[in-house]
């Protein structure tokens, strides 16, 4: 069967130049973006029952813009003056640039990492280890970054602000496609929760990173794409292969 028409879960890209629509245009394709997903901020009572003080901290960690949204908006709910002295270390540049939409951006109480990857970060926090440290959390998250911490005796605390939730479909919302494509373990969850009779029969599956794949595997789905590979390390690069060869099949 030939691919013509793709949901990809997540949001439509920005840029105009997103190899999604490249794909799209070589191929014939329909790509739709829809992310299954969503993030929204705890309530200010649910943070309060964690018994965490923001202010009696020096330092926040942030992984990712929802930490900076929900932080800077929890702190605004719970009418939390953050400090001018607060530092803030950031898991990578891009990170670290949008503080701007809160706070005025300087270098000596902005960090980032190079590489995007926690562990790249510690040795910045380690020079700074007279700080206390706050992190902001989603309520999905692993103990990657509380081990590293620890394990250099980085004075802090954690404290879920934010959480993933379905991205529920609509009554009469468009579900009519020939593949979905997959970023997260919660999309899987969210598909089941949508479409609670859903029967996969031809339409293809495809997915990023081995734990969205265990979850489609686990949630007894058949898994047709699985990225990334040596071949192709972006999902885009995979989603090209993908449907060149399954169509040039379908030719036949």
Do not use: W
């Not at 590489?115 to 998250?141: C, Q, R, W, Y």
């Not at 734990?211 to 990334?228: I, N, Q, Y």
């Amino acid at each position: 069967m030939k691919i013509k028409k793709v949901l990809v879960s997540q949001p439509k890209p920005t840029s105009e130049k997103s190899p999604y629509y490249d794909i799209a245009e070589k191929y014939g394709v329909k790509i739709d973006f829809r992310p299954f997903i969503k993030v929204e901020s705890i309530s200010s009572k649910e943070f309060r029952q964690q018994k965490v003080s923001i202010l009696d901290h020096t330092a926040v960690i942030f992984t990712s813009r929802h930490a900076i949204d929900h932080f800077f908006n929890l702190c605004s709910e719970l009418r939390l003056a953050i400090p001018e002295t607060m530092k803030y270390f950031c898991i990578s540049e891009t990170v670290a640039l949008y503080i701007q939409k809160y706070v005025q951006y300087r270098k000596r109480k902005v960090f980032f990492g190079a590489t995007g990857k926690i562990a790249d970060l510690i040795p910045t926090i380690v020079k700074h280890n007279s700080e206390k440290f706050f992190v902001p959390m989603s309520d999905v998250h692993n103990d990657e970054m509380k081990n590293l911490l620890d394990k250099n005796n980085i004075d802090h605390t954690e404290a879920v602000m934010y959480r993933t939730v379905s991205n529920d479909f609509q009554e009469g919302e468009e579900f009519d496609y020939d593949m979905l494509v997959f970023f997260s373990p919660s999309g899987i969850s969210s598909l089941m929760k949508n479409f609670p009779d859903f029967e996969q029969k031809d339409i293809k599956i495809g997915c990023f990173g081995p734990t969205t794949a265990k979850a489609v595997r686990d949630a007894g789905l058949r898994l047709d794409l699985e990225a990334p590979s040596v071949k192709a390390p972006s999902m885009t690069a995979a989603l090209d292969l993908f449907i060149k060869e399954t169509n040039k099949e379908g030719k036949k």
